[in-house]
């Protein structure tokens, strides 16, 4: 059983169009992040989620981007106007102790 | 200098070999490590995880790290041709490896041949 859940799990969008990805997650915890991978590049951090509210966000994560946790479950990840440059597998994560548990992600595309 | 550097490979093996995968960091702050499994288009799958200098082993995979020498270690004994799959390693800075960022090695693409 996976530890999160991501939906959609394949995203097509035209440029400049806003996408919202979701992540749900199996129990209750207090860290979450997300994560982005371009085809072919490594897992990038894009963003950290600690007790419903931002605490760091990387060089990737701009104004374009915004995370929220709206009903205290789901976790979404928004992108206001989408670039050819997002294409890329997105990836929910969650921390747990001494580790993080990934969801199956959801590869978007950008045309 | 990145801050984690790992082998892209390709890496070919025959079944059975003992395989070897490595990463070498600069950051001395990371005191997490992690290694992941990922299969094409999928999320990344925690094989192992430790907490700073040492071995650690689970079945057919033994990590270890070398903090004085930045220097981190996956080997897969008996490997299978299931064990085919892109290798990442990961590390955090957190005082729990889960309440901070990871950073992510490249992957090594690693193929067991029957």
């Known amino acids: 059983e996976p530890e999160v859940t991501q939906t959609p799990s394949h995203q097509v969008t035209q440029m400049g169009q806003e996408v919202i990805l979701r992540c749900v997650p199996i129990?209750?915890?207090?860290?979450f992040y997300w994560y982005r991978q371009i085809l072919g590049q490594k897992v990038e951090f894009l963003v950290s989620?600690?007790?419903?509210?931002?605490?760091?966000k990387s060089e990737i994560f701009d104004d374009q981007f915004s995370v929220e946790r709206p009903d205290g479950s789901n976790f979404t990840l928004k992108i206001r106007s989408t670039k050819l440059e997002d294409s890329a597998m997105y990836f929910c994560?969650?921390?747990?102790?001494?580790?993080?548990?990934f969801g199956p992600g959801t590869r978007l595309t950008v045309l | 200098q990145k801050e984690v550097e790992q082998d892209p490979g390709p890496l070919s093996v025959p079944e059975g070999a003992i395989v070897s995968l490595n990463c070498t960091y600069s950051?001395?702050?990371?005191?997490?490590f992690m290694w992941y499994r990922q299969y094409s288009r999928k999320g990344p799958e925690l094989l192992m995880y430790?907490?700073?200098?040492g071995n650690k082993e689970d079945g057919r995979f033994t990590a270890q790290v070398d903090k004085s020498s930045k220097y981190i270690s996956l080997f897969i004994r008996d490997s299978q041709p299931s064990d085919s799959a892109t290798y990442l390693c990961?590390?955090?800075?957190?005082?729990?490896?889960?309440?901070?960022?990871?950073?992510f090695g490249k992957g090594m693409k690693l193929t067991v041949n029957p």
């Open positions: 990961a590390m955090s800075a957190g005082s729990q490896g889960g309440s901070e960022k990871l950073v």
């Open positions: 994560a969650r921390g747990v102790a001494d580790t993080q548990y």
């Open positions: 430790t907490y700073s200098s």
């Open positions: 989620f600690y007790n419903n509210e931002i605490s760091e």
């Open positions: 129990s209750n915890h207090l860290y």
């Open positions: 950051n001395s702050a990371f005191q997490y």
